[in-house]
């Protein structure tokens, strides 16, 4: 039988996980508190609105793709008070709320981390200062495609990687809302029909292709394993893929740790 090992929601775009029990599907098929924050570049546009739903490519701020030091910061968000903490290995770097100066604050320390790191002259390219943080802390408006989507991987996919590669290989590299057991490898890919998980019935999507993201170590933030090639050139992959896209095929619902996924 296959279940739900791990659940995870992303508040600030590109920043480190919350690990949650259980989830709420909107009925936009977007996740309740899911990249409800982003820091973006000067130059960036805002998010792109279509037909209500928005989307903010990555190119657009910060995120692990060209950032992997991102990594080494711990962020802890309270949703109820609009309160962002940040520290990294076990001291706190900043915490502050979404007024103006606590916007700020946070601003300005992501900036001074970022810039003691070896992607520090990535953000010193015109136009990428100051950082300014978007969002309100509660509306899901920066994921990547319009339709948002909701992310899923096996970790039987994850071992094959590690098998490969000799070494444990991190779910969290992948930075899937939901990560399943009880499935061989790549099984998430051949889904065709409605695919069930626990009360929420979803439609399978396209598969997830993946980036640079992957590469970064998710407690250093280093990169230091090939994982676009290992899926392409000894997995056999004509894309570097791992994981699948679900959207709900009704009003959504909540999921958690432990529920029943049946297809």
């Given amino acids: 039988m296959a279940t739900v090992v791990a659940l995870s929601r992303y508040p600030v775009k590109g920043c480190t996980p919350e690990p949650v029990q259980s989830l709420l599907v909107q009925d936009d098929g977007r996740i309740s508190g899911d990249r409800v924050l982003a820091f973006r570049f000067a130059d960036a546009v805002e ?38 903490r940040l520290s990294r290995d076990g001291r706190v770097l900043v915490q502050a709320g979404l007024d103006t100066a606590g916007r700020l604050a946070l601003e300005d320390a992501v900036t001074e981390f970022v810039l003691t790191t070896p992607e520090a002259k990535r953000l010193q390219r015109p136009g990428r200062l100051p950082l300014k943080l978007l969002g309100d802390g509660i509306t899901s408006r920066f994921q990547d495609r319009a ?37 061989p490898a790549e099984a998430e ?49 004509q894309e570097p893929t791992l994981g699948r896209l679900l959207l709900p095929t009704g009003s959504g619902g909540e999921i958690h740790v432990g529920d029943e996924v049946s297809w």
């Fill in 147 to 183: 339709r948002g989507y909701i992310s899923l991987h096996s970790s039987a996919s994850v071992q094959a990687l590690s098998t490969v590669l000799d070494t444990t290989v991190d779910d969290r590299r992948f930075r899937s809302n939901i990560v399943i057991d009880g499935v």
């Fill in 47 to 84: 998010p792109e609105d279509r037909d209500g739903l928005d989307s903010w490519p990555k190119a657009g701020g910060l995120s692990l793709q060209d950032f992997p030091a991102l990594a080494e910061l711990r962020l802890e968000y309270a949703a109820e008070s609009g309160t962002v």
């Fill in 189 to 237: 890919l051949a889904w065709r029909g409605p695919v069930t998980i626990g009360g929420v019935e979803f439609a399978p999507q396209h598969s997830i292709v993946r980036c640079l993201a992957t590469h970064a170590n998710p407690d250093t933030g280093k990169r230091d394993l090939r994982i676009l090639t290992t899926l392409t050139q000894q997995l056999g992959q």
